[in-house]
């Protein structure tokens, strides 16, 4: 069974910044993308940042300059370096990961749990 795993949530003064992490465990053959999103109360879940087993990296308009995704593939862990965190950053962090189990199968996109970033004075 496939497990992601997120820490480094918490809670952070506006221009603050945050690193989070995101472990995949299991009988993995590939990832092939690893994206964290976000989900702010009452609001839809949406993709903050996303990166390619190539290295090609795509981020929401938001937090262009201000977010950094990283990826360290020997160890199936992205990393999210938040800086100049501003208020309306607060939202559960989800990763996620579109990988494949074996060298023949499809696919499949796994979850996180989750973790909270809050940002406020």
């Known amino acids: 069974q496939v497990q992601l795993v997120e820490s480094g949530g918490g809670l952070v003064q506006p221009g603050g910044s945050l690193r989070l992490s995101c472990a995949a465990s299991?009988?993995?053959?590939?990832?092939?993308?690893m994206s964290w999103y976000r989900q702010a109360p009452e609001k839809e879940r949406e993709l903050v940042a996303q990166?390619?087993?190539?290295?090609?990296?795509n981020y929401a308009d938001s937090v262009k300059g201000r977010f950094t995704i990283s990826r360290d593939s020997n160890k199936n862990t992205v990393y999210l370096q938040m800086d100049s965190l501003k208020p309306e950053d607060t939202a559960v962090y989800y990763c996620?990961?579109?990988?494949?189990?074996?060298?023949?199968?499809?696919?499949?996109?796994?979850w996180g749990q989750g973790t909270q970033v809050t940002v406020s004075s």
């Open positions: 996620n990961a579109d990988l494949s189990l074996s060298r023949y199968s499809p696919s499949h996109r796994y």
């Open positions: 990166i390619t087993s190539d290295g090609n990296t």
């Open positions: 299991g009988r993995i053959f590939r990832i092939h993308v």
